[in-house]
């Protein structure tokens, strides 16, 4: 189970990236319920192992991107954000401090606390692309203008999934021009 979990956390990691066309250095923002994909309602089964397999698939794919993982903490953490130090500081989050666990926090984001390389916990992250594992709610932690991504796979076990990826408002009106990423102009 746990391998099939691993196969179907990869398989969408992989599309979303491709489609929303993720560049090194962006933040992937990504909140998880064990509970969901274990087939019990959301908080109420937290599965250290599926955290950690779901974690590890995940920032697998990431890594090969150049991509940094950020893990959304439960509300009991008022969902708290875990990524590198390197992102946090990259992006001008500050630390907080605190230390997710399987019923604080959740499984996901204490895997993530113990994977990364330099965890950092900071309130909140702008993120350029999210996925939503077990209807969590990680709207809040993208930037202001998500657009609904479409993944072949929209499940990891029982946990429905869904995902976005960002982009930047379009401002001005009708004689406005407007390209689909202003980073391309530099």
């Known amino acids: 189970m746990l391998e099939e979990i691993k196969?179907?956390?990869?398989?969408i990691t992989e599309e979303l990236i491709e489609t929303a066309k993720m560049k090194r250095g962006q933040i992937l923002v990504v909140g998880c319920s064990s509970s969901e994909i274990a087939h019990y309602r959301l908080g109420t089964h937290s599965s250290e192992?599926?955290?950690k397999a779901v974690f590890d698939a995940i920032y697998e794919s990431a890594n090969a991107h150049g991509i940094y993982l950020a893990a959304q903490c439960c509300e009991h953490l008022n969902?708290?954000?875990?990524?590198e130090r390197e992102a946090a500081e990259r992006?001008?989050?500050e630390a907080?401090?605190?230390?997710?666990?399987?019923k604080g926090?959740?499984?996901?984001?204490?895997?993530?606390y113990y994977g990364l390389k330099e965890p950092s916990a900071v309130e909140h992250v702008k993120a350029h692309a999210g996925m939503d594992i077990g209807d969590v709610l990680i709207g809040m932690q993208l930037r202001d203008v998500a657009v609904p991504v479409r993944t072949a796979r929209n499940s990891i076990g029982d946990a429905h999934v869904v995902c976005a990826r960002t982009r930047p408002k379009y401002i001005g009106g009708e004689r406005a021009h407007y390209t689909e990423d202003p980073e391309m102009r530099k």
């Open 96 to 102: 907080v401090s605190v230390v997710p666990w399987l």
């Open 7 to 11: 196969q179907e956390a990869r398989e």
């Open 49 to 51: 192992e599926i955290g």
């Open 79 to 83: 969902r708290a954000v875990i990524l």
């Open 91 to 93: 992006y001008g989050y």
């Open 105 to 112: 926090g959740g499984s996901f984001a204490m895997a993530a």
